[in-house]
């Protein structure tokens, strides 16, 4: 079982976990044969664990401050992905890495990341975006967040 490491690999992951997902919901109203129903739920089960196990463990591992761990932190967090349990995966990787000293460069691309979630709608994780904000200590964050809180769209005014 290979772990997704680019952004398109995520999203890619994340849109077939949930079209399994609904035609799980679709298939448990039908009733369908015990068999086929729960191949589905096994496969589920499979595409949930390629996104998150090699996830978990890098909570882990970027925690002492592994760079390859970082790294996918970070390119999950950039492919934004929608699915099953993705808003507290995102939490995490937030939590995790406004705890541990992160290069120039990663900080310059968690940067989008949270621009992107203020601009973007609204979501379970986004308190965590908070702290991310917080953690960057970058004039741009301050600049970007005055910049938004003019914004025409309400909803882009409430998030910054």
């Known amino acids: 079982m290979s772990k997704p490491t680019t952004i398109g690999a995520f999203r ?10 609904s035609g799980i919901r679709a298939g448990w109203q039908r009733r369908p044969d ?3 129903y729960q191949r589905r739920v096994d496969h589920w089960h499979e595409l949930m664990g390629q996104m998150y196990d090699g996830l978990f463990d890098d909570l882990k591992q970027a925690r002492s401050g592994e760079r390859g761990a ?25 939590k995790v890495l406004t705890q541990v000293a992160l290069e120039p460069e990663i900080k310059d691309r968690l940067l989008g990341v949270l621009l992107a979630a203020v601009d973007g709608p609204d979501r379970r ?16 964050v301050r600049r970007e967040i005055a910049h ?3 914004a025409r769209d309400e909803r882009t005014q409430r998030h910054a």
Not at 71 to 90: I, N, P, Q, W
Not at 131 to 136: D, G, I, N
């Open 12 to 21: 890619e992951l994340a849109a077939e976990i949930a079209a399994v997902q």
């Open 125 to 140: 994780e986004f308190r965590a975006y908070g702290r991310l904000a917080r953690s960057l200590h970058h004039d741009t």
């Open 70 to 94: 970082i790294e996918r932190l970070v390119t999950f967090l950039e492919a934004d992905v929608v699915c099953h349990r993705s808003g507290y995966m995102k939490s995490d990787a937030i």
């Open 34 to 36: 015990r068999d086929v």
């Open 148 to 150: 938004r809180n003019g």
